[in-house]
């Protein structure tokens, strides 16, 4: 039985939401394949309730994720003057954040860190802490974060760089921190307050955050590519086995050494290098360049 289910006109014509989405599978399907081919009568795993499949399949999508799949999402935001940006809903961690230039070019931030936005505690004139009769009385921000965000990038002087004048800037930048040898400004993650906060310089400017999700945000996003399903089936097997009494220990160490071998194999596939693309790259890599 074909997989397609409609028409080229109205797959082209539609609305566009399912445009690509060949190349995925959903979580359900995967239930379900795994649940009629590998658990039964006669196999290796002869009996698994559906729920237990289900946990370990959301398992399986989570730790895929982290490193397999394709599951890095991006947000644009303009910076508003609190210099604060709220982390999305489906965070567990940062790729990159940039900021973007005149050209729509992306300037990479560089997180800031030697600062943090610590909880501020409310002191009398001597330093007695101040509390409300039962708990201490907080600050509405820190004095760091405000120091922080009021913070004036210092101007660039052009003669600092590598220019006819350098001979005359001998050692003016010895010791220079190259992460912030740069105008793009920085950044830091609060994780209590599920905040990220930038620097003054961008202020009103537009940043991208790359993050990484964990694949079980939505419905929608519960899927997988069809170059890892088979990953996917070897990582629950091997859950599944690894927990229950009656499985010889040399089964188990089967589904171990198949499931690295599915998830070395997807991560192969899945990388999409091009040959051309490489040989492209490793040319400017042979320019001589004069310092």
Do not use: C
């Amino acid at each position: 039985m074909a997989l397609l289910n409609e028409s080229q006109n109205a797959y082209y014509g539609g609305s566009g939401e399912d445009y690509g989405s060949y190349q995925f599978t959903s979580l359900t399907n995967i239930i379900n394949a795994f649940e009629v081919v590998y658990v039964g009568e006669g196999k290796l795993i002869s009996k698994a309730s559906r729920s237990e499949i289900a946990f370990h399949a959301q398992r399986a999508l989570q730790e895929l994720s982290f490193d397999t799949l394709k599951s890095v999402k991006s947000q644009e935001i303009e910076v508003p003057s609190s210099l604060q940006m709220v982390l999305p809903q489906d965070y567990v961690n940062y790729v990159k954040i940039t900021r973007m230039d005149a050209d729509g070019i992306e300037r990479i931030l560089y997180p800031a860190r030697h600062t943090s936005n610590p909880t501020a505690i409310s002191q009398d004139a001597d330093g007695t802490y101040q509390t409300d009769g039962t708990d201490l009385t907080l600050q509405a921000e820190s004095d760091t974060w405000t120091n922080y965000k009021n913070l004036s990038p210092n101007e660039v002087d052009d003669d600092s760089y590598d220019t006819e004048l350098f001979d005359l800037l001998l050692g003016q930048r010895y010791g220079i921190s190259p992460e912030h040898a740069q105008v793009n400004g920085s950044f830091y993650i609060d994780e209590n307050a599920g905040k990220i906060h930038f620097s003054s310089i961008n202020a009103g400017g537009t940043v991208i955050l790359k993050y990484i999700s964990d694949g079980l945000g939505t419905e929608a996003e519960m899927r997988v590519h069809k170059f890892a399903e088979e990953a996917m089936y070897k990582h629950i097997a091997y859950a599944i086995a690894s927990a229950q009494a009656n499985i010889p220990e040399y089964v188990i160490q089967r589904f171990r050494k198949e499931k690295i071998a599915s998830t070395r194999k997807a991560k192969l596939r899945l990388s999409n290098i091009k040959i051309e693309e490489i040989a492209q790259v490793l040319r400017g890599s042979s320019k001589h360049i004069k310092h």
